[in-house]
């Protein structure tokens, strides 16, 4: 399930029409870049909206709890139960052993 269905289907449609906004800006100027909506969602330090386009996201509770960051008192919820999806892992980019870690071992 991506952000923009789960924001969809869980009370947050104006969050999931300004990804599909700034998405196909970002389409019909042939960029690549891709996002982590749940990042940019989560805000950044404080507590702060990010803004992605010219365009102010809100700051989610639901999204500072699934990046791990802590709740902030302007973060939206709209529903106290809510429980975000799960953090997907994928192989794409895996984590290289640190420095410190190798010499341990040797």
Not at 49 to 68: D, K
């Amino acid at each position: 399930m991506t952000a923009r269905d789960w924001f969809r289907s869980n009370g947050y449609p104006e969050v999931a029409q300004m990804i599909d906004e700034v998405m196909a800006e970002l389409e019909e100027r042939g960029s690549k870049q891709r996002r982590n909506w749940w990042q940019v969602c989560a805000g950044g330090p404080g507590g702060k909206p990010r803004e992605v386009s010219g365009r102010e996201f809100p700051v989610l509770r639901v999204a500072q709890i699934r990046q791990g960051v802590p709740m902030t008192a302007n973060a939206i919820c709209r529903n106290p139960n809510e429980e975000p999806p799960d953090v997907v892992k994928t192989a794409r980019w895996p984590r290289k052993p640190s420095k410190r870690l190798a010499r341990k071992r040797r």
